[in-house]
C-alpha cells in the first residue's frame, strides 16, 4: 500500500475494572475455599453465576446494546445433582486449567483444551461453553483467563496494525486470518473511509476479486466472520469502529439469519451480554441487502421462508431492540409479509459486477442504509 496511513491514535490505556491476572487468581482460590467449605459442612459443592441465556437477565441499553441486569437469576451447577454432576466435574477441570495459566502467565486456545482429554469433554462446543461460564462466574472478560479461540474470521483492505509478538499485519497484503488476541494488538492505522462486515466468505471473496478495494468508494476494511461471528471478529470491528472512528457498514443476507448475525454485530449477543462494551457496535449501518430491496430491484431468486426461517423472524420480532428500531423492524415485517427471502449474491443476477460497481458505492454515497 504506497499512500500514508492518515489515522492513527495510541491505544486507550487498559480499562481500570478489569482485573489483573493475580486478582482472579485469588478469585478462583476464594471459590476453591467455598466448595472445600461446603464439603466439610456435609454439603455437595456446588458453582453459582449468572444464567447466560436468559432474556429476563438483560436489558436493552441503546448506546450500549444487550447489557446484564444488576441482579440477574443465577445457575446452580452441583455435584449434589445427577443433572448437573458432569458439568460440575467439567468445571472443575477447566478452572483448575485457568489457575494454572493465570499463576505461570501463559495462553492455551480452547481448541488445546479439548484436544487435552477428548474422552472427557465429549465436543469442542462443551469446552466453549464451560469457559464461557467460567468467565460469568469470576465477573471477568474470557480474554482475562487467558483462554484464546481460534479466529475464523478474515479481513483485507486499508488497515495495519502490530500483532502481540510485534509483527506487523498488514491488510493491504490480501485477505488475512483474524488475530486470535485482538486486544493485544497495537500500533493500529487506518487511510480508509468506513469499515464493511459481509455476513458470508463468498461474498467477501467477490467483492475483494472484483477489485472493489482498489477503487475511491472501496477505501475500507474488508470484514466477514463467515456467518455468525466470533468474538475476535466482533471485538476487531468494535476497535475499528471507537479507536479509529470509523463508520461500520453491514451487508448481510435479506433473511431472519441475516438479520440475526446483523444484531449480534450490532447489541452483542443473549450469552455474551457482559461483554457488550467491548463487543457491540449500536452505531452499525445496515447496507443491505434489505427486504425491501426485493421489490425494488426485482430479484429473481426468492425462495419462500422455510420453518426454520419463521421461528427465527418470531423470535426476532419479540427482542427488545427490534422494538427500539422502528426502520430495522420495518423490514423483518416486509419478510413476514411477502414469507420470501433472498441472498446477497442475488444481486448478481442483476449483473456481474453490480454488487460493486453500483450497488454498494451507491447505497454509500446516497445513504441507502438504515
Excluded at 4 to 26: E, M, S, Y
Excluded at 175 to 180: E, G, I, K, S, V
Excluded at 236 to 251: D, K, W
Excluded at 296 to 304: E, H, S, T, V
Aim: charged share 25%.
Amino acid at each position: 500500500m504506497s499512500h500514508q496511513f492518515a489515522r492513527f491514535k495510541p491505544l486507550p490505556p487498559p480499562a481500570t475494572n478489569v482485573p489483573d491476572r493475580i486478582a482472579i487468581v485469588l478469585k478462583i482460590e476464594a471459590i476453591v475455599q467455598s466448595l472445600i467449605k461446603q464439603i466439610a459442612n456435609d454439603e455437595p459443592p456446588c458453582f453459582v453465576y449468572d444464567r447466560r441465556h436468559d432474556w429476563e437477565n438483560v436489558v436493552y441499553c441503546h448506546r450500549r446494546g444487550l447489557v446484564r441486569k444488576d441482579n440477574p437469576a443465577k445457575t446452580v451447577t452441583s455435584f449434589g445433582s445427577a443433572a448437573s454432576i458432569r458439568k460440575f466435574a467439567l468445571m472443575l477441570k477447566v478452572l483448575s486449567k485457568v489457575h494454572f495459566l493465570l499463576l505461570t502467565n501463559t495462553k492455551s486456545t480452547k481448541r488445546h483444551i479439548f484436544y487435552e482429554d477428548v474422552a472427557l469433554f465429549g465436543s469442542q462446543a462443551i469446552v466453549d461453553s464451560i469457559v464461557e461460564d467460567i468467565a460469568c462466574m469470576l465477573q471477568v472478560p474470557r480474554r482475562c483467563l487467558n483462554i484464546v479461540a481460534t479466529s475464523k474470521g478474515v479481513f483485507a483492505g486499508h488497515i495495519r496494525f502490530r500483532d502481540p509478538s510485534g509483527n506487523l499485519v498488514d491488510g493491504s497484503v490480501g485477505t488475512t486470518l483474524m488475530p486470535t488476541d485482538v486486544s493485544g494488538i497495537s500500533e493500529l492505522a487506518s487511510s480508509a473511509s468506513y469499515v464493511l462486515v459481509v455476513e458470508k466468505d463468498a461474498s467477501f471473496q467477490k467483492i475483494r476479486d472484483d477489485g472493489f478495494l482498489d477503487t475511491s468508494a472501496g477505501r475500507c476494511v474488508l470484514i466477514t466472520g463467515k456467518g455468525f461471528p466470533d468474538v475476535n471478529t466482533r471485538e476487531f470491528v468494535r476497535r475499528l469502529h471507537v479507536e479509529l472512528q470509523l463508520p461500520v457498514y453491514a451487508l448481510v443476507d435479506a433473511d431472519p439469519y441475516g438479520v440475526e448475525i446483523l444484531c449480534v454485530y450490532a447489541y452483542g449477543s443473549l450469552a455474551m451480554a457482559s461483554e457488550t462494551d467491548s463487543l457491540a457496535v449500536p452505531g452499525i449501518r445496515w447496507l443491505g441487502v434489505h427486504p425491501t430491496d426485493m421489490e425494488k430491484f426485482r430479484l429473481k431468486n426468492c425462495p419462500p421462508l422455510n420453518h426454520g426461517d419463521k421461528s427465527k423472524l418470531r423470535d426476532l420480532l419479540s427482542r427488545p431492540y427490534v422494538d427500539a428500531n422502528c426502520e430495522w423492524k420495518k423490514q423483518l415485517l416486509v419478510l413476514e409479509s411477502t414469507q420470501r427471502k433472498a441472498e446477497i449474491q442475488s444481486l448478481c443476477g442483476i449483473g456481474q459486477h453490480f454488487l460493486t460497481e453500483s450497488y454498494i458505492p451507491a447505497k454509500i454515497r446516497l445513504g441507502g442504509w438504515i
